[in-house]
């Protein structure tokens, strides 16, 4: 999509720094890390968010959980445990419209999200 700064990214236009990749969904190092681990997982179509998800959407949402997976393995954090967020429109904070999935961890998060222990 025009304009959207994530479309920029899986497009290749604008930098990243890539975690892994799979056929439908890209993963890559948030600018303003949250926590020792902090990756962005998102589909390479555009959705908005997750009020753009629906049934027609199960394979790209499989395969941003199976990414999710595998960047929690890669960054070694499995084990130890990581929180996935997803903000949703304003009162959630949600500053880019394209789907995405924080994965975060590495260290102890607190519950409920305070400050960056939000992911944004
Ligand atoms: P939100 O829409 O609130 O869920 O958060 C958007 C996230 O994108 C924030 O954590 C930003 O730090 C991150 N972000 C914004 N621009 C970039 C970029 N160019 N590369 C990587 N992460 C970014
Ligand atoms: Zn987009």
New binding site residues.
Partial sequence: MEDC??CG?VGGS????AVLETERSYA???????APV?V?VVPKEHLGSVEDVGAGQTEVLADLFAAIRAVAAKEGISESGYRV???VGED??????HL?F?VLGGRSLRWPPKGSDA??
């Fill in positions: 700064l994530f990214i604008v930098p990243s720094t890559f190092r948030d600018i303003k890390p949250a902090h962005l967020v997803t903000n959630a904070g949600q500053l880019v419209h995405h924080h992911g944004g």
